[in-house]
């Protein structure tokens, strides 16, 4: 095991990033991300890489597009509001098939809101948030040492896919500081050679990246029926989901991120108490993992809900899980986050209330 | 609550050098390898204002990054004081610069550990290591952390921007250690 060092999350996530050969970024200040351009602006120039201060978020997405045409590995993170503004780059470059990073630090919305964590951009991140038919691959990480490596293999799935990849972070999980071992980078998947990038073409037939395709039924028909197999790839092959202790759990709780960090902490406490509880986190949010979800709905009597906004990743678990079982729900926007105890509350009511129901049947 | 962890609050004044505090706790405490997580106040601080960071030690892994109820609290100034005593756990510790609080905790079941760090750093010779000499008092008097890991931490932290700095920060420290008394619970019978 390597040495462990103290990092914040927001700093873990641009070392993984260094590590992994990212040699571009652009980005514009916003808190709770501002240690990820501070950090940038001083590793760049030490690897020969490129750091840009944009004079805006749209700016900057836009010179992650260029960037990523080139064929460097490339990056850019803000904040909710800064992260609005980039939808239209993210819809270009998932357009264009063009890999890169783009990390959303969640703070409390809507409008410009607050500088407190926050999970409200599950539907921006998951569902679009830019026009078009497309997807981004999006990854929750619930510590540390996980923003560091799937930092990592975003870059990875991002070149291997030729699609943008989202680390879908918050305020808490980018201003903590925990130890994490910075491991040496090695891919994860065999990387195919980049034969659609502009790098001068001397020599070959000139290449074009662009996102305007005019010609309607073999043009943009087409290609969006490629994007659409292309995503049904990404869906059989690259959705991860932890279960902690949902073997025999009558309630499991659906959380992710920092949110089922908690939750795993509220498990414990029921656990000691006897109550029968699980934990079900999806590492990605998109490819949501449907399948463990619904699984875990046939053995489990219910399944609680868990997030910091008022109700959007539980659409997606009641998805998955299909009416198989109750999925209640517990959660705030605007900067709330819970506590061990107060999900504890939560699953004794559950559990209470489940009682008084199965008595009533009697 | 039933826990293995120990979660510390350490509050002052902004500029007091609080997050540095928690900085060379939660350093000490990955040099002996245990799970640590730490968090600053962020936001709209200011030098003047008030300031807190969180310190979170385990040898198991930590769930919870935040600290509603700590167990034990390091606190250089009398609003710290006044804001954070009703929050820590029954029975727990609590750290008192003693230059800058004149009174006591209004709590009888809370272990009490009397430091002059403002008046001691001034006698080091830097006013701006009062928090030091507030780790000092706060390793001596619990058995937390080694004193060896936070002089490691604090020579990491500092060697390399400035060896003079390791030096006072290091005599701030055994200063700390050396002129702080612990008290019982004055609740106890």
Known sequence: MGKKILLKGNEVMCEAAVQAGCRFFAGYPIT?????????SKRMPQVSGVFVQAESEIAAINMVFGASASGVRCMTSSSSPGISLKQEGISYIAGAELPCLIANVQRGGPGLGNIRASQADYFQAVKGGGHGDYRVIVLAPASLQEIYNLTMNAFDWADYYRNPVMMLSDGISGQMAEPVEILPYKPIVDLPAKDYILDGCKGRKPRVVKTLVLRPTDGLVTHNEHLQEKYKCIESELSLCEEYETADAEIVIAAYGITARIAKGAVRLARKKGLAAGLIRPITLWPFPSDAFADVAETARQILTVEMSHGQFIEDVKLAVNGTCPVEFLGKGGGWYPTEEIILEKIESMVAASVTTAKGEL | MDRQETRI??????????????????????????????MVSYGAEMRGGTANATVVISDDEIFNPFVSHPDMVIILNQPSLDRFEPQIEKDGLILMNTSMIKRGPQRTDLKCIKVDATQIAQEVGNLRVANIVSVG??????NLLSMSSIEQAIEDLFSSKNPKLVEINLKALHSGAEQSHCLQPVGRT
């Open chain 2, 9 to 38: 609050i350490i509050a002052g004044f902004g500029g007091q050098g609080i997050v540095l505090i928690g900085n060379v706790i939660a350093r000490a405490a990955v040099i002996e390898n245990k799970n640590v997580v730490g």
């Open chain 2, 137 to 142: 008092a706060f390793i001596e008097h619990t």
């Open chain 1, 32 to 40: 709770p991300q501002n240690e990820v351009p501070e950090y940038m």
